[in-house]
């Protein structure tokens, strides 16, 4: 995420490393680096310039304190202004509505289906509603049997006319329903196109008047270069006069214009990110949170946030007492890795430790990582699993082949697997100095 600008910026940043203390040159230096990196990422001209000005007015403002040096400083100045140009709070989603009728814009290919589902998916697991989706594309081909496989993946109902092609008429059929039905929101899923035109304006406007909606969220492609994402949206909202905005794709190669620049040109929020393919896929916006993943900071908030949605109290507790007993097998690993699996993008969650991102700028982390452990795992007994220290060289030659691996690979799993069991053991009943100690040993 935004790694192209990680690095620029960084090494923008790294110009008053060693420096004793501020100055007007060094922090021209600097500076000079900073716009050219964010113009680079395709941010408006005014913007970067404004953004720096702003920094270059707040650096020479201030003297450098005694626990910081010049570099930390600049650091935080810049990581400050990222976050009030890309908004600020973090904001929330209005659901006040009886039912809470939320109207998807944006343009074709921008996702806008594929984040309804998601949207409605976070509704019902983190909010607790009773979501209905409405499909009111009647031009796009599939458009309404996609959203109807979005709604049977995610357990909510889809609304749709299919031999009607009034998408303002098709709208108030669809919240009429949710009425009738118990539905407390109400996501509609409107048409978009290759470009704005007149014809996509006047009806998108005339289903936001016909329905009043709480939430009017604009979808854009974070892969689009950042001043069309921006003229984009500048078209939408002087029609619409939306709430907010929507990134998606940003577990692609985003060069990040259009998440540094929305804001400061439309003046709403962005309330939403989508950082993969799944239907979990799906993040508040926090801009300070943004800020220090650009700035190479990581995000370990929404790392602690995503585990904590995986975890399942009772089974931590059954897991503690085998641990305890040295009863823990490849069964509970296995659980272990699929909860990991369900955190999301693996590059996206290594991106969220602080350091991590820049050391695995160009390593390619496949979402399948854990591929060829699982298949071990699966291609061994319920006995071996429960009890791998019975696992010999015939069992060991066996499960390579069954998996498709190397005896070489099962060797280095079941290492691995004995070095994490002690690791654990002895991290129960304050057992911390132990390892302090196994770990300094190591150096």
């Known amino acids: 995420m935004f790694n192209n600008l990680s690095d620029k910026l960084d090494k923008a940043l790294h110009v008053l490393k060693g420096h004793g203390s501020i100055t007007e040159v060094n922090?021209?230096?600097?500076?000079?680096?900073?716009?050219?990196?964010?113009?680079?990422?395709?941010?408006?001209?005014?913007?970067?310039k404004d953004f720096t000005n702003r920094v270059k007015e707040k650096a020479l403002g201030q003297d450098v304190l005694t626990t910081l040096q010049p570099g930390q400083l600049m650091v935080k100045i810049v990581k400050d202004e990222l976050t009030e140009l890309m908004g600020g709070d973090v904001e929330g989603i209005n659901l006040s509505g009886t039912p809470s009728i939320i109207l998807m814009s944006g343009l074709q290919g921008s996702g806008k289906t594929t984040f309804s589902g998601k949207l409605a998916n976070y509704l019902k697991n983190k909010k607790t509603k009773k979501p209905l989706l409405v499909a009111c594309d009647v031009y796009r081909p599939a458009a309404i049997d996609q959203l109807h496989v979005v709604g049977d993946q995610i357990g909510v109902e889809v609304f749709s006319d299919r031999g009607n092609t009034d998408p303002v008429a098709i709208s108030q059929a669809g919240i009429a329903h949710a009425k009738a039905n118990g539905h407390n929101v109400v996501i509609i899923d409107t048409a978009g196109r290759l470009a704005v035109d007149e014809a996509m304006m006047?009806?998108?406007?005339?289903?936001?008047?016909?329905?009043?909606?709480?939430e009017t969220l604009f979808v854009v492609d974070s892969m689009t270069g950042g001043q069309d994402a921006v003229n984009t949206a500048k078209s939408f909202n002087d029609v619409l006069n939306f709430d907010g905005v929507i990134l998606t794709k940003l577990d692609g190669d985003t060069r990040g214009g259009a998440a540094i620049s929305i804001k400061s040109v439309v003046n709403k929020p962005i309330k939403f990110i989508g950082t993969g393919e799944k239907m979990e896929a799906i993040d508040v916006f926090y801009p300070s949170r943004m800020a220090d993943r650009i700035l190479g900071m990581g995000d370990v908030v929404s790392l602690v946030e995503r585990a904590q949605e995986q975890f399942d109290e009772v089974e931590a507790r059954k897991l503690q007492k085998k641990i305890a007993k040295n009863q823990f097998g490849f069964d509970d690993f296995l659980k272990q890795?699929?909860?990991?699996?369900?955190?999301?993008?693996?590059?996206?969650?290594?991106?969220?430790?602080?350091?991590?991102g820049k050391m695995l700028k160009d390593v390619d982390i496949d979402d399948d990582a854990f591929k060829g452990i699982e298949a071990i795992i699966h291609s061994m007994t319920p006995s071996e699993r429960t009890n791998p220290a019975i696992i010999n060289a015939s069992r060991k030659i066996r499960i390579g082949k069954g998996s498709g691996t190397s005896v070489q690979?099962?060797?280095?799993?079941?290492?691995?697997?004995?070095?994490?069991?002690?690791?654990?053991?002895m991290m129960q009943g304050g057992g911390g100095k132990k390892m302090m100690q196994m770990m300094q040993n190591m150096k």
């Open 27 to 48: 922090v021209a230096e600097t500076l000079k680096e900073v716009r050219r990196a964010l113009l680079d990422a395709d941010v408006n001209f005014k913007i970067a």
């Open 202 to 214: 006047t009806e998108i406007s005339n289903i936001h008047k016909a329905i009043s909606p709480q």
């Open 337 to 356: 890795i699929q909860q990991i699996k369900k955190m999301g993008n693996m590059k996206d969650l290594m991106g969220m430790i602080p350091g991590a």
């Open 409 to 425: 690979q099962v060797n280095q799993l079941l290492k691995q697997f004995n070095q994490m069991s002690k690791m654990m053991k």
